[in-house]
């Protein structure tokens, strides 16, 4: 992350050893395991992942209000255009500029935590969608390929498919352009090239949009944004764990994560998309933990010929690299495992693409306790930065002497609230893979014997989540 994680003064000391709590997470996961198996053993077929939804009748005129989309096409809008301007002509330092706060915080902590919590609000308050249908009042699209530009963005490739074989140009790329991206994104984050720069992160944030506004002006909005655009496809995922989901310009409410169980195209760009979720987030914690000051002092003497800025960047880089595969392999073998021990024939691809989707609430809790301190601490940044956003010494609003408070985010509260939502998101992971393996392998059987595998898998990723989340916040044995 481009701004420094919030430190929390003096950590909490634990009254019992971490391991024990790395082994009672464990534990709760093993014990949801063994209900989901009596519980839900018998749900196998197409009916394991049927869900009940509401719709909610009274909101049924907000998914096609006009004003609503205006409104939140223009805070989209003001955002991006205060963090390019801020960041280009704002301080140099990164703890004074409003652009790192927006970009860091708000959009890439904030948005995905409501998106997880409510539904598709990025789908209002796009920025770049805002800003294409804004140019496209005055300079009138005429390509072919974007005729169906204005049309609400797919939920997903097989969607926008459904919805517009003709005119989705993009269709046979998947979201592998997406994949790219957001793999670029990763890199940018983790080492902090340019992200810990406010006008080198402006810059980027430009020309990204001049990127992205033209390929929607190209090949149409709706498959720009299914398949290229990574913060749309990001968020169409992070959006089928929301209660809410809309469809059909209707309100619904449904299940929690109930929406990860959806169709969806198999093909293994999703895959690894949904490991650089996981693989972006953990390796941005690992950089505050013991085992990379170790690694940093192990490799040295390779590293330090290249010189401290470039050789750590290059370092981090790899790091990140090693780590997405790391997680790529674990959990292929997993799905080799799992397919194997279920002794029925399956599409190995379509099998392994819906069960990745089972992992998005673990990417889901770790982003919400990984950033839950800066979301509730380092957000109160901005109030004083209000006041003189360029660093010129003016006196615009009466806010300048504001304090951040950290009453919400003492360390105690930090680590029990990332223990409470590490363990649910994993239990949530388990319950949806059974689910899954009940429609997959239909007999029960080899439902129960395809689940050990993603149990230990769950158990170990929650007792590693706990450790690294542990290392800034607690003292005890770790």
Request: aromatic share 14%; net charge neutral.
């Amino acid at each position: 992350m481009g701004l420094p994680l919030y430190t929390f003064g003096p950590s909490y000391a634990l009254p019992l050893p971490l391991s024990a709590f790395l082994w009672a997470g464990a534990a709760v996961v093993g014990i949801s395991f063994i209900m989901m198996t009596v519980f839900a053993g018998h749900r196998t077929g197409p009916s394991a992942i049927r869900y009940a939804s509401r719709e909610v009748g009274v909101l049924g005129w907000a998914p096609g209000s006009h004003w609503l989309h205006v409104v939140g096409g223009a805070i989209g809008l003001i955002g991006l255009v205060t963090v390019i301007i801020t960041g280009l002509l704002g301080p140099t330092e990164p703890e004074q500029n409003l652009a790192i706060y927006l970009t860091w915080i708000y959009f890439w902590a904030g948005m995905a935590v409501l998106t997880g919590l409510v539904g598709p609000l990025w789908d209002a308050i796009n920025p770049f969608k805002a800003l294409y249908d804004l140019t496209a009042r005055f300079w009138p699209v005429t390509s072919a390929a974007a005729a169906d530009a204005e049309a609400a963005p797919a939920e997903t490739a097989t969607a926008a498919k459904d919805a517009a074989a003709p005119a989705d140009s993009l269709a046979h790329l998947g979201v592998w352009p997406a994949v790219g991206l957001f793999f670029l994104f990763g890199l940018c984050d983790v080492t902090g090239v340019s992200t810990s720069r406010p006008w080198a992160m402006a810059l980027l944030a430009l020309a990204y949009t001049a990127f992205t506004v033209f390929g929607m002006r190209r090949y149409g909005a709706r498959p720009w944004l299914a398949h290229v655009e990574f913060f749309s496809v990001l968020f169409t995922i992070l959006r089928r764990f929301a209660p809410i989901d809309i469809r059909d310009g209707k309100f619904y409410l449904r299940p929690v994560g109930a929406g990860l169980l959806d169709p969806l195209d198999a093909g293994w760009d999703w895959v690894l998309f949904v490991i650089l979720m996981l693989s972006t987030l953990a390796f941005d914690a690992i950089l505050t933990t013991s085992v990379w000051d170790a690694v940093v002092k192990f490799t040295g003497p390779v590293w330090g010929p290249l010189g401290t800025i470039f050789g750590l960047h290059l370092l981090r880089g790899l790091g990140f690299v090693a780590l997405t595969l790391i997680f790529l392999i674990a959990f292929i073998v997993c799905m080799e495992l799992v397919i194997y021990f279920a002794t029925i024939q399956v599409d190995g691809l379509a099998t392994a693409t819906t069960f990745a989707l089972t992992l998005v609430p673990i990417a889901f809790v770790y982003n919400f306790a990984h950033n839950y301190a800066p979301l509730v601490v380092q957000s109160q940044q901005v109030i004083p930065l209000l006041a003189d956003p360029f660093g010129r010494g003016w006196h615009l609003l009466p806010t300048s002497g504001y304090q951040a408070s950290a009453l919400l985010a003492p360390a105690a509260v930090v680590w029990y609230l990332q223990v409470v939502l590490i363990v649910t998101g994993h239990v949530i992971a388990m319950w949806l893979a059974h689910l899954r393996a009940g429609e997959r392998f239909r007999a029960a059987q080899s439902v129960l014997l395809s689940q050990y595998p993603i149990l230990v898998l769950m158990v170990l990723y929650t007792m590693t989540s706990l450790w690294i989340l542990a290392q800034p916040v607690t003292q005890g044995q770790h």
